[in-house]
Nanobody
Framework: VQLVESGGGLVQPGGSLRLSCVAS????????MGWFRQAPGKEREFLAA????????SYADSVKGRFTISRDIAKNTVYLQMNSLKPEDTAVYFC?????????????????WGQGTQVTVSS
């Protein structure tokens, strides 16, 4: 399974970005997709997860109400819509996948990772 993220960039505080993650290879075998981020000097942090088939979702408290995870089955793509961005949201954002049920929040529970996309929130 290969995961490729896109959509990162520089945005002003209060702005929005939508990240995309395209899955290829044995993408049909993935059951749970997640988004994480990692800021310099910090641990990789869970943001959101979605069950590929029934679209049940889970969010970290730090982003609940501001970020939305969604998926497009036909395009093998998962999205992360980010609104009301803050400077502390600056990080490299990663897409992850696992062939298991359960909206896992630990990075070690995910088997596949994308290369990451940089998001910088600054005026």
């Amino acid at each position: 399974v290969q995961l490729v993220e896109s959509g990162g960039g520089l945005v002003q505080p209060g702005g929005s970005l939508r990240l995309s993650c395209v899955a290829s290879g044995r993408a049909f075998s993935m059951i749970t997709m997640g988004w994480f981020r990692q800021a310099p000097g910090k641990e990789r942090e869970f943001l959101a997860a979605i069950n590929w088939s029934n679209s049940v979702r889970s969010y970290a408290d730090s982003v609940k109400g501001r970020f939305t995870i969604s998926r497009d089955i036909a395009k093998n793509t998962v999205y992360l819509q980010m609104n009301s961005l803050k400077p502390e949201d600056t990080a490299v954002y990663f897409c992850a996948a696992r062939p298991s049920v359960g909206l896992a929040r630990e990075k070690d529970d995910y088997n596949y990772w994308g290369q990451g996309t940089q998001v910088t929130v600054s005026s």
